[in-house]
Protein backbone atom coordinates (compact mmCIF):
# COMPACT_ATOMS: atom_id res chain seq x y z
CA UNK A 1 0.00 0.00 0.00
CA UNK A 2 0.59 3.67 -0.30
CA UNK A 3 -1.03 6.45 1.27
CA UNK A 4 -3.96 6.54 -1.21
CA UNK A 5 -4.69 2.13 -1.35
CA UNK A 6 -4.32 2.66 2.67
CA UNK A 7 -6.60 5.04 2.80
CA UNK A 8 -9.01 4.09 0.62
CA UNK A 9 -8.54 0.24 2.59
CA UNK A 10 -9.23 2.31 5.86
CA UNK A 11 -12.61 4.11 4.50
CA UNK A 12 -13.63 0.46 3.34
CA UNK A 13 -13.12 -0.23 7.04
CA UNK A 14 -14.84 2.36 8.54
CA UNK A 15 -11.15 4.14 9.48
CA UNK A 16 -11.15 7.71 9.09
CA UNK A 17 -8.19 8.84 10.68
CA UNK A 18 -4.95 6.82 11.04
CA UNK A 19 -1.52 7.27 13.08
CA UNK A 20 0.94 6.16 10.83
CA UNK A 21 4.95 5.46 11.69
CA UNK A 22 7.74 7.63 10.59
CA UNK A 23 10.69 5.30 10.71
CA UNK A 24 14.10 7.35 10.03
CA UNK A 25 16.93 5.93 8.51
CA UNK A 26 19.87 5.06 11.49
CA UNK A 27 21.11 8.59 12.42
CA UNK A 28 18.81 10.27 10.18
CA UNK A 29 17.18 13.86 12.11
CA UNK A 30 13.83 12.86 13.44
CA UNK A 31 12.38 16.34 11.65
CA UNK A 32 13.93 15.46 8.96
CA UNK A 33 12.24 11.75 9.01
CA UNK A 34 8.80 13.44 9.85
CA UNK A 35 9.04 15.74 6.74
CA UNK A 36 9.73 13.70 4.11
CA UNK A 37 6.89 11.43 5.37
CA UNK A 38 4.22 14.09 5.35
CA UNK A 39 5.25 14.42 1.39
CA UNK A 40 4.84 10.74 0.85
CA UNK A 41 1.35 10.64 2.56
CA UNK A 42 0.58 14.03 0.20
CA UNK A 43 -2.40 11.28 -1.34
CA UNK A 44 -4.06 10.23 1.98
CA UNK A 45 -7.85 10.40 2.27
CA UNK A 46 -8.08 9.91 5.90
CA UNK A 47 -7.45 11.92 8.94
CA UNK A 48 -3.80 11.59 9.04
CA UNK A 49 -1.30 11.64 11.98
CA UNK A 50 2.12 9.96 12.92
CA UNK A 51 4.31 8.62 15.54
CA UNK A 52 7.59 9.59 15.33
CA UNK A 53 9.81 6.57 15.25
CA UNK A 54 13.23 6.31 17.41
CA UNK A 55 15.56 3.89 14.98
CA UNK A 56 18.56 4.31 17.02
CA UNK A 57 19.99 6.30 19.55
CA UNK A 58 21.00 10.39 19.13
CA UNK A 59 23.66 12.06 20.42
CA UNK A 60 21.11 15.12 20.67
CA UNK A 61 18.00 13.01 21.28
CA UNK A 62 16.64 15.11 23.75
CA UNK A 63 16.76 18.15 21.67
CA UNK A 64 15.50 16.39 18.59
CA UNK A 65 12.37 14.91 20.27
CA UNK A 66 11.68 18.38 21.94
CA UNK A 67 11.82 19.69 18.68
CA UNK A 68 9.38 17.13 17.19
CA UNK A 69 6.62 17.65 20.27
CA UNK A 70 6.82 21.68 20.24
CA UNK A 71 7.52 22.61 16.75
CA UNK A 72 5.73 19.61 14.59
CA UNK A 73 2.92 18.68 17.22
CA UNK A 74 4.61 15.29 17.68
CA UNK A 75 2.35 13.32 20.65
CA UNK A 76 4.00 9.76 20.78
CA UNK A 77 7.39 8.17 19.49
CA UNK A 78 7.39 4.87 18.47
CA UNK A 79 10.36 2.04 19.62
CA UNK A 80 11.49 -1.33 18.98
CA UNK A 81 13.16 -3.60 21.40
CA UNK A 82 13.06 -6.42 18.03
CA UNK A 83 15.23 -5.63 15.03
CA UNK A 84 18.11 -3.54 16.64
CA UNK A 85 20.61 -4.33 14.01
CA UNK A 86 18.44 -2.13 12.01
CA UNK A 87 15.70 0.00 14.17
CA UNK A 88 15.88 -1.09 17.45
CA UNK A 89 17.18 0.36 20.70
CA UNK A 90 17.96 -1.76 24.00
CA UNK A 91 16.16 -1.23 27.55
CA UNK A 92 18.96 1.57 28.53
CA UNK A 93 18.20 3.50 25.31
CA UNK A 94 14.29 2.61 26.25
CA UNK A 95 14.62 4.01 29.38
CA UNK A 96 16.39 7.37 28.52
CA UNK A 97 13.43 7.71 25.93
CA UNK A 98 11.07 7.36 28.35
CA UNK A 99 12.36 9.78 30.69
CA UNK A 100 12.43 12.43 27.86
CA UNK A 101 8.97 11.73 27.30
CA UNK A 102 8.02 12.12 30.66
CA UNK A 103 9.23 15.32 30.67
CA UNK A 104 7.98 16.29 27.47
CA UNK A 105 4.41 14.81 28.36
CA UNK A 106 4.10 12.42 25.38
CA UNK A 107 3.47 8.83 25.29
CA UNK A 108 6.07 6.36 24.19
CA UNK A 109 5.06 3.35 22.06
CA UNK A 110 6.95 0.02 22.68
CA UNK A 111 7.29 -3.18 20.53
CA UNK A 112 8.23 -5.66 23.08
CA UNK A 113 10.24 -8.70 21.91
CA UNK A 114 13.43 -10.18 23.34
CA UNK A 115 15.86 -9.10 20.40
CA UNK A 116 18.67 -11.56 21.93
CA UNK A 117 16.49 -14.64 21.93
CA UNK A 118 14.86 -13.82 18.83
CA UNK A 119 18.23 -13.44 16.84
CA UNK A 120 19.82 -16.65 18.21
CA UNK A 121 16.69 -18.90 17.29
CA UNK A 122 16.61 -17.75 13.90
CA UNK A 123 20.36 -18.19 13.39
CA UNK A 124 20.16 -21.47 15.16
CA UNK A 125 17.33 -22.36 12.54
CA UNK A 126 18.97 -20.95 9.25
CA UNK A 127 21.98 -22.87 10.04
CA UNK A 128 19.98 -26.38 10.35
CA UNK A 129 18.35 -25.57 7.55
CA UNK A 130 14.49 -25.15 8.96
CA UNK A 131 13.92 -22.46 6.55
CA UNK A 132 10.04 -23.11 6.32
CA UNK A 133 7.60 -20.35 7.25
CA UNK A 134 6.93 -22.42 10.89
CA UNK A 135 10.35 -21.22 12.14
CA UNK A 136 9.44 -17.47 11.78
CA UNK A 137 6.73 -18.27 14.64
CA UNK A 138 8.93 -20.80 16.33
CA UNK A 139 12.01 -18.00 16.48
CA UNK A 140 10.04 -15.62 18.01
CA UNK A 141 8.20 -17.70 21.19
CA UNK A 142 5.71 -16.34 23.76
CA UNK A 143 8.08 -15.94 26.47
CA UNK A 144 10.18 -13.51 24.02
CA UNK A 145 7.14 -11.13 24.47
CA UNK A 146 6.42 -11.49 27.64
CA UNK A 147 9.10 -11.09 29.30
CA UNK A 148 10.37 -8.09 27.08
CA UNK A 149 6.52 -6.68 28.66
CA UNK A 150 7.48 -7.24 31.97
CA UNK A 151 10.81 -5.25 31.31
CA UNK A 152 9.44 -2.40 29.92
CA UNK A 153 6.91 -2.46 32.85
CA UNK A 154 9.54 -1.88 34.88
CA UNK A 155 10.68 0.90 33.11
CA UNK A 156 7.09 2.33 33.22
CA UNK A 157 6.93 2.07 37.03
CA UNK A 158 10.35 3.77 36.86
CA UNK A 159 10.27 6.57 34.71
CA UNK A 160 5.92 6.73 35.07
CA UNK A 161 6.56 7.69 31.29
CA UNK A 162 2.89 7.21 29.52
CA UNK A 163 3.61 3.84 27.62
CA UNK A 164 1.75 2.22 24.76
CA UNK A 165 2.58 -1.44 24.17
CA UNK A 166 1.60 -2.66 20.44
CA UNK A 167 -0.09 -5.55 19.06
CA UNK A 168 -0.05 -8.05 22.45
CA UNK A 169 0.17 -11.21 21.00
CA UNK A 170 0.41 -13.50 23.73
CA UNK A 171 -1.24 -14.48 26.93
CA UNK A 172 1.14 -14.31 29.57
CA UNK A 173 2.09 -10.86 28.13
CA UNK A 174 -1.94 -9.64 28.81
CA UNK A 175 -1.41 -11.04 32.23
CA UNK A 176 1.32 -9.02 32.87
CA UNK A 177 -0.68 -5.84 31.39
CA UNK A 178 -3.26 -6.65 33.60
CA UNK A 179 -1.47 -6.77 36.79
CA UNK A 180 0.18 -3.40 36.27
CA UNK A 181 -2.73 -1.76 35.18
CA UNK A 182 -4.15 -2.65 38.68
CA UNK A 183 -1.20 -1.08 40.46
CA UNK A 184 -2.31 2.32 38.31
CA UNK A 185 0.47 2.69 36.16
CA UNK A 186 0.25 4.76 32.97
CA UNK A 187 0.14 1.61 30.61
CA UNK A 188 -2.14 1.18 27.72
CA UNK A 189 -2.08 -1.67 25.56
CA UNK A 190 -3.82 -3.20 22.13
CA UNK A 191 -4.01 -6.30 20.73
CA UNK A 192 -5.23 -6.88 16.70
CA UNK A 193 -7.25 -8.93 14.81
CA UNK A 194 -4.97 -11.48 13.49
CA UNK A 195 -3.77 -12.46 17.00
CA UNK A 196 -7.37 -12.80 18.18
CA UNK A 197 -8.53 -14.87 15.36
CA UNK A 198 -5.64 -17.36 14.25
CA UNK A 199 -2.86 -19.52 16.08
CA UNK A 200 0.07 -21.40 14.80
CA UNK A 201 -1.99 -23.76 12.52
CA UNK A 202 -1.73 -21.31 9.87
CA UNK A 203 1.77 -22.07 9.42
CA UNK A 204 1.32 -25.89 8.42
CA UNK A 205 0.98 -26.19 4.32
CA UNK A 206 2.87 -24.64 1.73
CA UNK A 207 4.96 -21.67 1.34
CA UNK A 208 2.40 -19.85 -0.26
CA UNK A 209 0.28 -20.72 2.21
CA UNK A 210 1.85 -19.83 5.22
CA UNK A 211 4.02 -17.00 4.14
CA UNK A 212 0.91 -14.81 4.11
CA UNK A 213 1.03 -14.87 8.27
CA UNK A 214 4.78 -14.42 8.49
CA UNK A 215 3.97 -10.74 10.72
CA UNK A 216 5.55 -10.04 14.05
CA UNK A 217 4.96 -11.17 16.32
CA UNK A 218 3.47 -13.98 15.10
CA UNK A 219 0.84 -16.05 16.06
CA UNK A 220 0.52 -17.91 18.96
CA UNK A 221 -0.04 -21.32 19.94
CA UNK A 222 -3.67 -22.70 20.29
CA UNK A 223 -5.45 -21.24 23.46
CA UNK A 224 -3.69 -17.87 23.87
CA UNK A 225 -6.06 -15.81 21.40
CA UNK A 226 -9.17 -17.48 23.51
CA UNK A 227 -6.94 -15.53 26.77
CA UNK A 228 -6.83 -12.69 24.87
CA UNK A 229 -10.49 -12.30 24.15
CA UNK A 230 -11.11 -12.48 27.72
CA UNK A 231 -8.62 -10.03 28.31
CA UNK A 232 -10.61 -7.58 26.07
CA UNK A 233 -13.52 -8.47 27.24
CA UNK A 234 -11.96 -7.22 31.00
CA UNK A 235 -10.50 -4.68 29.31
CA UNK A 236 -7.11 -4.89 29.84
CA UNK A 237 -6.91 -3.74 26.23
CA UNK A 238 -7.62 -0.33 25.61
CA UNK A 239 -7.69 -0.83 21.90
CA UNK A 240 -7.20 -3.16 18.76
CA UNK A 241 -5.38 -2.25 15.88
CA UNK A 242 -4.33 -3.37 12.76
CA UNK A 243 -0.15 -3.11 12.61
CA UNK A 244 -1.03 -2.55 8.71
CA UNK A 245 1.72 -3.66 6.49
CA UNK A 246 0.70 -5.13 3.69
CA UNK A 247 2.75 -7.57 1.21
CA UNK A 248 2.10 -8.83 -2.15
CA UNK A 249 2.64 -12.35 -2.58
CA UNK A 250 5.68 -11.53 -4.98
CA UNK A 251 7.47 -9.48 -2.39
CA UNK A 252 6.79 -13.00 0.70
CA UNK A 253 8.38 -15.21 -1.85
CA UNK A 254 11.57 -12.96 -1.42
CA UNK A 255 12.22 -15.41 1.75
CA UNK A 256 10.91 -18.62 -0.20
CA UNK A 257 13.69 -20.45 0.98
CA UNK A 258 14.81 -18.58 4.10
CA UNK A 259 12.04 -17.22 6.54
CA UNK A 260 14.22 -14.89 7.53
CA UNK A 261 14.08 -13.09 4.82
CA UNK A 262 9.89 -12.61 3.93
CA UNK A 263 8.87 -9.13 4.56
CA UNK A 264 7.06 -9.09 7.70
CA UNK A 265 3.48 -7.50 7.88
CA UNK A 266 -0.78 -7.91 6.59
CA UNK A 267 -3.33 -5.94 5.90
CA UNK A 268 -6.03 -5.50 8.56
CA UNK A 269 -7.28 -1.92 8.17
CA UNK A 270 -10.27 -2.80 6.01
CA UNK A 271 -11.26 -5.80 8.40
CA UNK A 272 -10.40 -4.59 11.66
CA UNK A 273 -14.05 -3.09 12.74
CA UNK A 274 -16.26 -6.04 10.86
CA UNK A 275 -14.08 -8.63 12.73
CA UNK A 276 -14.14 -7.41 15.95
CA UNK A 277 -18.04 -6.87 15.78
CA UNK A 278 -19.21 -10.41 14.44
CA UNK A 279 -16.58 -11.95 16.48
CA UNK A 280 -16.64 -9.67 19.62
CA UNK A 281 -20.07 -8.08 19.68
CA UNK A 282 -22.64 -10.89 17.79
CA UNK A 283 -20.56 -13.63 19.85
CA UNK A 284 -21.25 -11.96 22.65
CA UNK A 285 -17.55 -11.49 24.08
CA UNK A 286 -17.51 -8.08 24.11
CA UNK A 287 -19.89 -5.58 24.44
CA UNK A 288 -21.60 -2.75 21.78
CA UNK A 289 -19.64 -0.06 23.68
CA UNK A 290 -16.50 -1.89 24.29
CA UNK A 291 -16.41 -2.16 20.62
CA UNK A 292 -16.69 1.35 20.00
CA UNK A 293 -14.42 2.32 22.20
CA UNK A 294 -11.62 -0.04 21.24
CA UNK A 295 -12.34 1.09 17.65
CA UNK A 296 -12.26 4.16 18.49
CA UNK A 297 -12.67 6.73 21.05
CA UNK A 298 -9.73 5.03 23.76
CA UNK A 299 -7.04 5.71 20.96
CA UNK A 300 -8.60 9.43 20.47
CA UNK A 301 -8.47 9.62 23.78
CA UNK A 302 -5.03 7.87 25.01
CA UNK A 303 -3.17 10.10 21.06
CA UNK A 304 -5.08 13.13 22.09
CA UNK A 305 -7.26 13.19 18.63
CA UNK A 306 -9.34 15.82 20.74
CA UNK A 307 -12.13 16.52 17.71
CA UNK A 308 -11.98 12.43 17.27
CA UNK A 309 -13.76 9.68 18.49
CA UNK A 310 -16.85 11.09 19.53
CA UNK A 311 -20.14 13.33 18.22
CA UNK A 312 -20.47 16.25 19.51
CA UNK A 313 -20.47 20.00 19.01
CA UNK A 314 -17.60 21.67 17.55
CA UNK A 315 -16.04 17.48 16.64
CA UNK A 316 -14.43 16.67 13.35
CA UNK A 317 -17.98 15.22 11.92
CA UNK A 318 -16.11 11.78 11.00
CA UNK A 319 -18.87 9.53 11.30
CA UNK A 320 -19.76 5.99 10.04
CA UNK A 321 -22.68 4.73 9.12
CA UNK A 322 -22.23 0.70 9.88
CA UNK A 323 -24.84 -2.09 8.82
CA UNK A 324 -25.22 -4.78 11.75
CA UNK A 325 -26.87 -7.16 9.65
CA UNK A 326 -25.01 -6.88 6.15
CA UNK A 327 -23.21 -10.26 5.55
CA UNK A 328 -20.63 -9.87 3.42
CA UNK A 329 -17.39 -12.20 2.40
CA UNK A 330 -14.10 -11.40 2.87
CA UNK A 331 -11.30 -11.78 -0.17
CA UNK A 332 -8.48 -10.54 -1.51
CA UNK A 333 -10.72 -10.73 -4.66
CA UNK A 334 -12.37 -7.56 -4.17
CA UNK A 335 -10.00 -5.78 -1.22
CA UNK A 336 -9.17 -2.10 -1.57
CA UNK A 337 -5.82 -2.82 0.02
CA UNK A 338 -3.49 -3.16 -3.01
CA UNK A 339 -2.27 -6.40 -1.99
CA UNK A 340 -3.33 -10.16 -3.86
CA UNK A 341 -3.11 -11.48 0.18
CA UNK A 342 -6.17 -11.61 2.20
CA UNK A 343 -5.49 -13.34 5.96
CA UNK A 344 -9.14 -13.51 6.72
CA UNK A 345 -9.73 -14.87 3.18
CA UNK A 346 -13.31 -17.01 2.73
CA UNK A 347 -14.68 -15.16 6.02
CA UNK A 348 -18.23 -14.81 6.07
CA UNK A 349 -19.15 -12.51 8.57
CA UNK A 350 -22.30 -9.99 9.19
CA UNK A 351 -21.83 -6.38 9.69
CA UNK A 352 -20.26 -3.54 6.99
CA UNK A 353 -19.57 -0.41 7.11
CA UNK A 354 -21.98 1.26 4.15
CA UNK A 355 -21.19 4.89 4.53
CA UNK A 356 -18.40 6.67 5.62
CA UNK A 357 -18.12 10.47 6.56
CA UNK A 358 -14.98 12.79 6.60
CA UNK A 359 -15.00 16.30 8.35
CA UNK A 360 -18.74 16.77 7.55
CA UNK A 361 -17.95 15.07 3.58
CA UNK A 362 -19.61 11.91 2.50
CA UNK A 363 -16.62 10.13 1.23
CA UNK A 364 -17.96 6.23 0.65
Not at 250 to 267: E, M, R, V, W
Request: glycine share 8%.
Amino acid sequence: DDFKTGSRAALAGGVTHIIDFVTPLRGQGLAEALQQRKLEAKDCITGLDFHMGISGWLPDMEKQMEICVKEHGIKSFKTYLAYRKNIGIDYDELEKVMQIAARLGVIVLVHAEEDDTIENLRQEFVAKGMTHPRYHAMSRPPESESRAVQRVIELVEKTQCATYLVHISAAESAEHIAEARKKGLPLYAETCPQYLMHDTGVYEGSFEETAPFVFSPPARPPGHKEILWNHLSHDTFNTVATDHCPFTMQQKKAGIDNFTLIPNGAGGLEFRIPLLYHYGVKQNKISAQQWIQLSSSNAANIFGLKNKGSIGTGKDADLVIFNPDQKHTLSAATQYQNCDINIYEGLEITGKPVSVMVGGKIVL
